[in-house]
């Protein structure tokens, strides 16, 4: 019988055939070689094509499954790993050589962290860097903490996160009524029963995706955030979250109704560029003012992009 591997490495996926090749080269040429990489195809459009970017290895396993959703896909992609440690990972990211064995090697040192996460870059969709994440301004790399908080102080990243599989099985998995929030709810009931490391190396790095979720209902992301960050404090104080539950369900209704459109995002990755004093940002305020032409605060940048370039108060915010 074959052992299991040290690492299960967990991809979900729907769509984006013209990237996966690439987040699955970057994983098979690991210097940790003792994982697993379990790809779940979450109702792709486009299967045959995202199969044909999947090389034959006997590392990678597929499970095919309808369209259900990001969080039921890593649910069923966590149920089906082998790997002491589940090492998280999406589609079009790309994990840095030493990532697998840092990571492990972390968790292996000491036991009473639970989940483990290295420092992130993040790229423009034409891959320009915009910037490195250690995990917040008051992140203290090297130190295991029982305390992070939203925005301020956790992993860099989704996918550069590595936990226990046993402690993720122990509080349950995913849970599915944080939609936008389900990497930060996971996290702050992982902290309840473990320590966090936050490794200052980078790890991994990130697309930012004009047309991915977070950018384009940013608002209701960050109320699903709150809303998780809520939960762990009343379980912290041994009170019931029943009505922040509640309240979580309640935003999939303003989610499915909102309309999907890239302006945000595109504004946010040009103002990302703009303090950095680099012209290429007015490509993307372009790209915004394409998608939403009456988007003002693209118009209102754009134009200062000739005429001025730094830092500017209050332009991170899509």
């Not at 994983?27 to 790809?39: C, G, N, S, Y």
């Not at 979450?42 to 044909?52: H, K, L, N, V």
């Amino acid at each position: 019988m074959i052992p299991p591997p040290i690492v299960s490495v967990v991809l979900a996926f729907r769509g984006g055939a013209e990237t996966l090749g690439t987040s699955i080269c970057g994983i098979l040429e690991q210097t940790f070689p003792d994982f697993e990489l379990v790809l779940v195809d979450d109702g792709s459009p486009d299967a045959a094509r995202c199969e044909a970017q999947i090389p034959h290895d006997p590392r990678i396993r597929l499970i095919r499954t309808p369209a259900t959703g990001l969080t039921a896909a890593l649910n069923l992609g966590c149920a089906s790993a082998r790997g002491e440690f589940i090492a998280r990972h999406d589609n079009g990211d790309v994990s840095m050589g030493a990532r697998l064995a840092e990571q492990v090697a972390a968790l292996q040192a000491a036991g009473t962290v639970g989940f483990v996460c290295g420092a992130t870059e993040f790229v423009s969709p034409d891959g320009e860097l915009l910037f490195v994440s250690t995990g917040g301004p008051e992140a203290k790399p090297g130190i295991p903490t029982r305390e992070i908080r939203l925005g301020t102080n956790g992993p860099s990243h989704h996918g550069a996160v590595m936990f226990r599989r046993s402690l993720f099985e122990a509080v349950c998995g995913y849970r599915e009524v944080f939609r936008l929030a389900q990497d930060w709810d996971l996290w702050f009931r992982l902290i309840e029963h473990s320590q966090f490391l936050a490794l200052d190396t980078v790890h991994y790095r990130a697309w930012i995706n004009p047309y991915g979720l977070s950018l384009a209902h940013p608002g209701i992301q960050r109320k699903f955030g709150d809303l998780a960050d809520q939960c762990h404090m009343l379980r912290v104080h041994g009170l019931d979250e029943f009505e922040c539950l509640r309240a979580a369900e309640r935003l999939h209704t303003p989610l499915a109704r909102s309309r999907k459109n890239p302006a945000a995002g595109w504004y946010f990755v040009g103002c990302l560029l703009a303090d950095q004093g680099k012209v290429s940002c007015r490509k993307y305020f372009l790209r915004s003012l394409q998608a939403n032409p009456l988007y003002l605060k693209s118009w209102v940048r754009w134009a200062l992009s000739f005429v001025w370039a730094g830092p500017r108060a209050g332009t991170r915010s899509p």
